[in-house]
């Protein structure tokens, strides 16, 4: 099976230079959960992955993919 990988550090500087609590707030989750999510330790539910996607204005498969 392969891993999930994300581009979300790269995309919130993209964003504003976005803190990862303003993107944790945005997409309602903790900002522990998004570091989590953000260094690959922890995938996110499908839910989480699309709010992520929507937050930072990009579609899913710009944020999120398989390595």
Do not use: H, W
């Not at 803190?19 to 995938?43: D, G, H, M, S």
């Amino acid at each position: 099976m392969a891993a999930l990988a994300n581009t979300i550090r790269r995309l919130r500087f993209d964003r504003g230079e976005m803190t990862p609590a303003e993107l944790a707030a945005k997409v309602c989750v903790t900002r522990q959960t998004n570091n989590a999510i953000e260094q690959n330790k922890y995938a996110p539910s499908l839910d989480t992955a699309f709010r992520t996607a929507e937050a930072l204005g990009v579609p899913i498969g710009d944020a999120f993919s398989c390595r």
